[in-house]
């Protein structure tokens, strides 16, 4: 079993930066898939970043020199750091893990707002 929680939402200006964390519980950290997935009012939740085992990113064509996501194995840690936000990115960001056996963790996620 894995645990996911997130940190560093909340409110942004546009073209402002924040970083999101995520940290998990559980053993194998470094063999699971990461990602980052948002969801906002009234949309589907939708794929920001993901980040495989090997620390190879894939970004989500509207986040594309944006966001950047990266691991941190040691500490059992997952980043997104958003740069240039708008107000489209408001959302609320889910942190998501996938083991070798394709089990899925989710995060309880954490709200970002970017608004003037």
């Known amino acids: 079993q894995v645990q996911l929680v997130e940190s560093g939402g909340g409110l942004v200006q546009p073209g402002g930066s924040l970083r999101l964390s995520c940290a998990a519980s559980?053993?194998?950290?470094?063999?699971?898939?990461l990602g980052w997935y948002r969801q906002a009012p009234g949309e589907q939740r939708e794929l920001v970043a993901i980040?495989?085992?090997?620390?190879?990113?894939n970004y989500a064509d509207f986040v594309k020199g944006r966001f950047t996501i990266s691991r941190d194995n040691a500490k059992n840690l997952v980043y997104l750091q958003m740069n240039t936000l708008e107000p489209e990115d408001t959302a609320v960001y889910y942190c998501?893990?996938?083991?070798?056996?394709?089990?899925?963790?989710w995060g309880q996620g954490t709200q970002v707002t970017v608004s003037s």
């Open positions: 998501y893990a996938r083991s070798n056996s394709n089990r899925s963790f």
């Open positions: 559980g053993r194998a950290f470094s063999a699971y898939r």
């Open positions: 980040i495989t085992s090997g620390g190879t990113p």
